[in-house]
């Protein structure tokens, strides 16, 4: 295996990324919003409860009828402390897990379709690298970045959810064993389930924005999971997470295996 073109490539990846503002700038807003603005605005329910309309006015039915775990978890808190760590603890779970899910398909459709449309694929098809280090560099210009995304996003919501419901909490509370399992499991293997999807969609995509529309169907699941437990189905515990970890990584391990199969690059080069 050689480490250094594998680098090679990687950085090159990188390097287009971080020059391409239609990337990087969902990359920043969408975090910014869903780790930094919801939990300032969640913070402000004691004053937004009074307010008829809005998008928390029916957490409280909800607190009526959730998952008799979750009560169980939750006894001993105040309605608006209740309220809190629902929104932020539970029901970010899965929004959360979204952004190291965009971040690698977005990156993976770029680095794998895109090489088509900039016309850099075949200069990269020629290069000294095999097939398996030119699929591994692929992989990890998407992962790596995703997975910055996810541990710096985490270790951001938990500074900006203690501070902002400090005056509600009284202490901090973040991150609990769920959360944790949550950064350090499952959104390395949703990234992974990201890219993989990709790497399947781009080896017949023309065209990024072909591949990117293809591949997007892969985050129908994570609303579901958003959806159910909205809806009172289960909540994330430490248990759940495991098992949802566990299973995006053989589903992950399946998918990497038929792309680095589909991924010869002389097969690649005859569909330029």
Do not use: C
């Amino acid at each position: 295996m050689n480490a250094r073109a594998i680098k090679a490539v990687v950085r090159k990846d990188l390097k287009i990324v971080f020059q391409n503002k239609s990337l990087i700038l969902p990359a920043m807003f969408m975090p910014l919003l869903i780790l930094v603005g919801f939990p300032l605005l969640v913070s402000l329910f004691p004053q937004l409860q009074r307010m008829p309309g809005t998008l928390l006015a029916g957490i409280d039915k909800y607190l009526v009828y959730m998952p008799v775990g979750l009560k169980a978890e939750l006894a001993g808190y105040s309605q608006p402390q209740m309220v809190y760590a629902v929104v932020l603890i539970y029901f970010l779970a899965p929004l959360y897990l979204i952004l190291p899910l965009m971040i690698s398909s977005i990156i993976a459709a770029d680095s794998f379709a895109g090489e088509k449309e900039r016309k850099t694929l075949e200069a990269l098809l020629y290069s000294p690298a095999t097939d398996r280090e030119l699929f591994l560099a692929k992989l990890l210009s998407a992962w790596l970045p995703a997975l910055g995304i996810a541990w710096g996003g985490g270790l951001l919501y938990s500074i900006v959810v203690n501070a902002a419901g400090w005056h509600i909490m009284g202490r901090i509370f973040f991150p609990n064993t769920m959360w944790a399992l949550l950064s350090l499991w499952v959104a390395p293997a949703i990234a992974g389930l990201g890219l993989s999807v990709m790497v399947l969609v781009s080896a017949r995509a023309k065209s990024f924005q072909d591949a990117y529309q293809l591949g997007s169907a892969v985050v129908v699941p994570v609303i579901l999971l958003f959806v159910a437990q909205a809806a009172g189905l289960f909540y994330f515990n430490a248990l759940i997470t495991l098992l949802l970890g566990l299973v995006l990584w053989v589903v992950d391990a399946w998918l990497l295996r038929l792309g680095g199969q589909a991924f010869r690059r002389f097969d690649m080069a005859r569909r330029l």
